[in-house]
């Protein structure tokens, strides 16, 4: 039966199409995939549909038969259950992969996340009213990429010589570090991690989903202005809501 996967283009969204697209490169036979665009910013998320299979309301969510699988580490963890590979290794690498999985959806996520909404979603908030989470978002996620430059030290991925569901995990957010503006310029390891991650044939194929080709790195003014408009719609309070 086919799986479906309820996502969109966003860093949270094509961690789960790189992770099946590298399943794919590694020769697996991954059950046919559909993939189901959701429009955030018309809050399809929100409708009773979706809500049956991700009571958080948010996407990505995978659908595999009967069972559902929100929040996208849980999924990439599930591929890597599923369909056994060096993505999720055995063994000690296994324990090491999976901390640093978790390590993404605990700090780098939400971190980076926050401050890209402060960074380009606030733009009509004054400045005085987003000084604080400014600076503590902006600190705090240049601490995380620094720790991750330790961690890259004299390796290639961050669970040695393969990549795993960690990088995978990991690699969407670093990427936009220039759209969050969490400058990582001194971060050497991680800069050059960025491009080697980026240059693996399978990521390409991820980051193509939802995005014209020649967007896939720099995105069109017009696109940038759409973003920032639809992010503004979900980092309003207005957005916010209180009932499931
Ligand atoms: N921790 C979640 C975060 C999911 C998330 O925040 N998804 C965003 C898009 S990247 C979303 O669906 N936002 C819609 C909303 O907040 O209404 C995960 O990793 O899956």
Known sequence: MAMELWTAATPNGWKVNIMVEELIELGIEVSEFKVRSINLQNGEQFSEEFTSHNLNQKIPVLIDGETS??????ILQYLGEKYPSTLLPSGNKRWEALQWLYWQAANVGPIFGNKLSYTRYMEDVPIEAKAHPLERFGKEGLRLANVLDRKLEGRDYICGEKISVADIAIYPWMRGWKWSKIILVDCKNVMAWIDRVRARPA???????????????QWSEERKKETAASGAIIASNEALKTDV
Do not use: F, H, Q
């Open 69 to 74: 699988v929100m929040e996208s580490c849980a």
């Open 203 to 217: 990521v390409e194929r991820g980051l193509s989903y939802g995005m014209p080709k020649d967007e896939i790195d």
